[in-house]
């Protein structure tokens, strides 16, 4: 039997590996919709294949939400994995609307339309643990919210919003939220593959607050293996935690790089000032999830940062022609 399947913002690291692992799967049928045109091989991994099962459709949800319903009524997907963001933490000081208007507002339309559609079997949220603010200890799936920044106030205005469509129409919400994912196809920005990229070209790397922060870091295909069994197994109205069992700081990550590829790590790097509204720590509980589903990690941290630096040496002249920072898309 196959199944119909939508992943909204497909461009996206997370969801452009969704993808990539659905497609193992023949009888999957699979669209992908995103507000930007489909990207390079580079960053989307299920471009590798050669398959008629996926369609890509560029639409925008704060600009095209009449034609992406039209598209979904038409198609009818038992399943909707919504990926789509304004996720930056950094940049959602400045223009903290434009969070508010995609991860609230367009949100809020479409799981409006989408808690009377009946041909929707589940609707998997990607929501983020920043919402919790600090996390330290065990931090379970009810642990009250306690966002730090105007992009974790975004995302958690909207989880309390499907929540309530869960409570008034049983809508079929799974909620994921996972750790800091990390992998080959990453936005070369991010700390991982700017460290490696770094490294390559000579320059230092600069650690915000001196890398103190503890990171959860989880490689991303144990993330989306734990999305598609959320998608499958989940009981509806549920959040899920998928994380490893333990944090690292942002120096020891970089610091492990910096071995692997034989530079110094003191001589590699330099201290800059800490991001405002920076949490301590993003350590989280995935008990749940190991239970329900049989789910855990398989990549360890070593193997993940091997993967990286292998990708970017092994399409190194296409990745230093890319832009490196953060480039803002209202």
Not at 66 to 83: A, H, M, Q, T, W
């Amino acid at each position: 039997m196959s199944k119909r399947i939508v992943v909204i913002g497909s461009n996206s690291f997370s969801g452009s590996d969704f993808i990539d692992l659905l497609l193992d799967e023949k009888e999957n049928e699979i669209i992908g919709i995103s507000r930007s045109p489909e990207k390079s091989d580079l960053f989307l991994p299920y471009k590798r294949r050669q398959t008629g099962r996926f369609n890509f459709y560029q639409m925008d949800l704060n600009k095209d939400m009449d034609g992406i319903r039209k598209l979904l009524d038409s198609f009818k997907p038992e399943y909707i994995v919504n990926f789509a963001a304004q996720s930056e933490v950094a940049p959602s000081w400045e223009h903290p609307e434009q969070w508010f208007m995609t991860n609230v507002v367009a949100l809020s339309r479409l799981g409006d339309h989408l808690k009377k559609a009946k041909y929707l079997r589940r609707y998997v949220h990607i929501s983020s643990p920043e919402v919790y603010g600090t996390c330290r200890g065990v931090v379970k799936e009810d642990y009250s919210v306690n966002p730090s920044t105007p992009y974790a106030a975004s995302k958690a205005a909207g989880d309390l919003f499907l929540f309530t469509l869960v409570k008034n129409y049983n809508f079929p919400l799974v909620t994921i939220r996972s750790t800091n994912v990390y992998g080959a196809h990453q936005q070369l920005f991010k700390i991982i593959p700017r460290t490696v990229i770094s490294i390559k070209m000579g320059k230092k790397i600069y650690l915000h607050g001196g890398g103190k922060a503890v990171k959860s870091y989880i490689h991303i295909r144990d993330i989306s293996k734990g999305e598609k069994l959320a998608m499958e197994k989940g009981k509806n109205g549920e959040i899920y935690h998928l994380s490893p069992k333990s944090g690292i700081a942002v120096k020891d990550v970089v610091k492990t790089i910096c071995q692997m590829m034989g530079v110094d790590f003191k001589k590699a790097t330099q201290a800059a000032g800490e991001r405002l509204g920076q949490d301590a720590a993003y350590v989280i509980d995935s008990t749940k999830a190991r239970k329900a589903f049989g789910w855990k990690p398989a990549v360890s941290v070593e193997e993940g940062l091997g993967d990286v630096i292998d990708w970017v040496e092994g399409r190194w002249e296409r990745i230093k022609k890319e832009p490196l920072e953060y480039i803002h898309k209202p």
